[in-house]
């Protein structure tokens, strides 16, 4: 297996990982992400132009959303009653741990979406 790019994933803290940590543990992270904001990462965010399809058929602005089960909020929330322009069209939820995507020089999983 040979490739040329590395694609670094930063830890979420949901599930698992969040319960292992303790309050000035996970207090301490979201901190540090939230120093580490880059305003130049905003064009390229992976919410900004696809969405995430969860086995029931619903969809999530990004992956991490999916993983704590926060589904778009829009009418076009599932393949059921799916609409593109509403869909494409609906306001991104945010939430403290979109500081993850959005620190240093941002999520590498951009640059599978561009």
């Known amino acids: 297996f040979r490739s040329n790019h ?10 698992r990982f ?6 000035t543990e996970y207090n301490e992270y979201m901190k540090l992400l939230e120093d580490n904001f880059n305003p130049d990462t905003i ?14 058929g619903r969809f999530f602005d990004c992956d991490f959303y999916a993983g704590a089960d926060l589904p778009v909020k829009c009418e076009s929330a ?4 799916f609409n593109y322009d509403i869909l494409n069209n609906r306001e991104i939820a ?5 500081f993850l995507c959005t620190a ?3 999520a590498s999983c951009a640059e599978c979406h561009t």
């Open 94 to 98: 945010t939430t403290p741990s979109c």
């Open 43 to 56: 064009g390229r965010l992976p919410c900004r132009g696809v969405v995430s399809l969860g086995p029931d």
């Open 6 to 15: 590395l694609l670094i994933f930063i830890n979420m803290p949901l599930g």
């Open 78 to 81: 599932s393949v059921d009653n």
């Open 104 to 106: 240093d020089q941002g």
């Open 18 to 23: 969040k319960k292992n940590l303790s309050d």
